[in-house]
């Protein structure tokens, strides 16, 4: 039997040693062909991909995704899918299904994600992971859609593409894991240089909110829970800029609020998985479950207690005019005195930044359907100055 094992070999290696010369007698030639040095290049790549699906599938297993969760909470599926919470960051390749524009000179083959695009705006990112900061006219600039106004404005145009990281996902994906070494691509989502973080899935996703998994299901309806992500800088001031509070700081104007000494919360007005755009019913208590119904001198009652107490003095995107942004303020607290929107905001001493009040002013309130008459801004009600809207404010409910 050994030397039958034997024979065979022999012949083996008589049949198959010259092949095997021939092939490294190529080998140089080989080696200097572009479709080699390509391949090569391809193994790299998918050396890298490989790398990160491994460790992107050890950082989230538990994670399940939205699917699972529907599978006996369909209403509430239904009523999150309908929210912004999904829509914070797509995929180009799901996101160029719905109703978004692109910069000029880029269509969907030159997108990587879509930042936003549910109400307010949309930015984009390239095939590298960086936030386009220029599109490809003469001017550049105009890379960010405003979806009020249907046009583009600037973000970050003074930066080259190719320059702007994306580092946001701690508020914008389910289970973000920032990158603290982004030349590691390995720590960066699909490996792209410009994504400086690793997340299980883009958007707010369930698991976000209640935790990885079936066993898992935390529920936290604190407002320092929300607070996580609708908060800017420190949670004991309200940042502004451009003469109106900057966005996502729900919780930094909760906490000014007297929502928050009597311990009402987020989710005491607010069903977290029903948005309140496009007509969604997430307000699950009115202002009258609290405060009854208030008595009211307005000579046309058609204002409801939100259209004052959270007046659109905050801007996400763009403003509709100096008075109105795009966002209501959870201030609440309205100051009834003939002052305008110059008494609202402040410089803080030692930082130099712009802050805001505890309350709003009433150009904020009641220009939203009066005229401004030194600006001509406004509604287009009654034209009215800030004294005469001051009179008629002060003790509006009886006080």
């Known amino acids: 039997m050994r030397q ?9 290696t008589r049949l198959n040693i010259p092949k095997m010369e021939s092939v490294m007698n190529y080998l140089p030639a080989l080696v200097k062909s572009p479709f080699l040095r390509c391949g090569i290049a391809f193994i790299a790549i998918a050396a890298v991909l490989l790398t990160f699906s491994t460790a992107a599938a050890a950082q989230y297993r538990g994670y399940e995704g939205p699917e699972f969760c529907k599978q006996c909470h369909e209403d509430n599926y239904n009523e999150w899918k309908a929210s912004g919470h999904p829509y914070k960051l797509m995929k180009g390749e799901e996101a160029q299904f719905r109703p978004i524009p692109l910069p000029k000179g880029y269509d969907w083959d030159d997108i990587s994600y879509v930042i936003g695009g549910y109400k307010w705006k949309s930015r984009y990112m390239d095939n590298e992971g960086y936030i386009i900061t220029n599109d490809d ?3 550049g600039g105009n890379t960010q859609y405003n979806y009020l106004t249907g046009q583009w404005s600037d973000y970050h145009a003074d930066e080259p593409n190719g320059t702007k990281p994306y ?3 701690s508020c914008h994906t389910t289970a973000w894991i920032a990158n603290e070494n982004p030349e590691d691509l390995s720590g960066n989502q699909d490996g792209l240089p410009g994504l400086h973080g690793t997340f299980f899935a883009g958007g ?4 976000q909110c209640h935790g990885p998994g079936f066993d898992s299901m ?3 309806s604190s ?3 929300c607070g996580t992500c609708h908060i800017r800088g420190d949670a004991d001031t309200i940042p502004a800029s451009g003469g109106f509070i900057r966005h996502h700081e729900q919780y930094n104007e909760w906490l000014m609020s007297a929502h928050a000494d009597n311990d009402v919360g987020c989710g005491s007005c607010h069903d977290a998985h029903i948005g309140v755009s496009y007509g969604n019913p997430g307000i699950i208590e009115e202002c009258e479950g609290c405060h009854g119904t208030p008595s009211n ?3 046309v009652p058609i204002a409801e207690c939100e ?3 959270l007046a659109q003095a905050t801007k996400s995107a763009t403003k509709e005019n100096e008075f109105v942004g795009d966002v209501k303020t959870h201030i609440f607290t309205i100051n009834p005195g003939a002052v305008g929107k110059d008494a609202m905001f402040f410089t803080e001493a030692g930082t130099g930044k712009t802050r805001t009040n505890a309350f709003v002013t009433l150009d904020f309130v009641c220009y939203q359907c009066h005229k401004d008459p030194l600006t001509g801004e406004g509604g287009s009600a009654s034209t009215r100055t800030l004294a005469e809207l001051s009179a008629r404010a002060t003790g509006i409910h009886g006080g």
């Open 4 to 12: 039958h094992q034997i024979a065979r070999i022999d012949e083996y």
């Open 218 to 220: 935390e529920v936290d």
């Open 297 to 299: 001198a307005h000579l």
């Open 307 to 309: 259209t004052c107490h």
């Open 223 to 225: 407002a320092e829970f």
């Open 137 to 139: 006219t003469s001017q």
């Open 167 to 169: 580092n946001c996902g």
């Open 204 to 207: 707010i996703q369930c698991e």
